[in-house]
């Protein structure tokens, strides 16, 4: 259930390219000297933090894949001990990146939305 919440904001907002999409994205204009204008995209984000929210939820959406395969399977991959420290470790980074690096340089961002 979690997957799928997940896996329909992400898609509702990056690949049915919705408002918020494009607002979101780096545009620049400019007017030339004889007339007329341009408008150029950036498709790179300027800042770092959108792309460091990225792979942070790519991380996060990972571990939740691996623990629908394994509910899948009836828990057999969690049952498995390398699995299972695997995993642990996988959680153990993404806690420390958000709490330790991601929520300390961007004290602005909601927590509640990026929850592990």
Not at 105 to 116: A, C, Q, R, S
Request: some cysteine.
């Amino acid at each position: 259930m979690k997957l799928d919440e997940t896996i329909g904001v992400l898609s509702d907002s990056y690949v049915h390219f919705t408002p918020e999409f494009y607002s979101n994205l780096s545009w620049t204009a400019s007017v030339e000297p004889g007339g007329g204008a341009k408008i150029f995209l950036n498709f790179f984000h300027p800042e770092d933090q959108p792309l460091e929210r990225q792979y942070f939820l790519f991380g996060y959406i990972h571990a939740m894949i691996l623990r629908t395969f394994d509910r899948c399977v009836d828990g057999r991959f969690m049952a498995d001990a390398t699995f299972a420290s695997l995993y642990d470790g996988l959680m153990s980074n993404l806690h420390r990146l958000l709490h330790e690096d991601y929520l300390r340089k961007y004290p602005g961002e909601v927590e509640e939305e990026l929850k592990v």
